[in-house]
């Protein structure tokens, strides 16, 4: 039987996951789906602890949560597409755009 320690288990794994992504990658690309992917492990914790206490608040977050990346998705991938047409990379480190 699946028990909600196993859920935290695996959303802790995706969580760390994402993390290691975020922290170690140099693609703008890669570095928002290891966002995604630790939104998504928060969300599965969410449902998770929702079901197991039977309360419906970590549901109401988790479409808050899915809110948020999807409007992360929207401005970040814009965003990507112009820094991409103005310098031909999307490597986070050539991204001083913004310094004057």
Known sequence: MITV????????????L???????????????????LMLNSVNLTFIALSRHLGSMDGQV?????????AAEAAVGLALMIS???????????DMNLLKW
């Not at 994402?18 to 966002?35: D, E, H, Q, S, Y």
């Not at 820094?83 to 480190?93: H, P």
């Open 18 to 36: 994402g993390t290691f992504g975020v922290l170690t990658r140099k693609n703008a690309i890669v570095i928002f789906m290891c966002i995604e």
């Open 83 to 93: 820094f991409y047409r103005n310098r031909e990379s999307i490597d986070v480190e």
């Open 61 to 69: 977050f988790v479409f808050f949560i899915m809110t948020v990346a």
């Open 5 to 16: 320690y196993h859920y935290m288990a695996v959303s802790a794994i995706l969580f760390s």
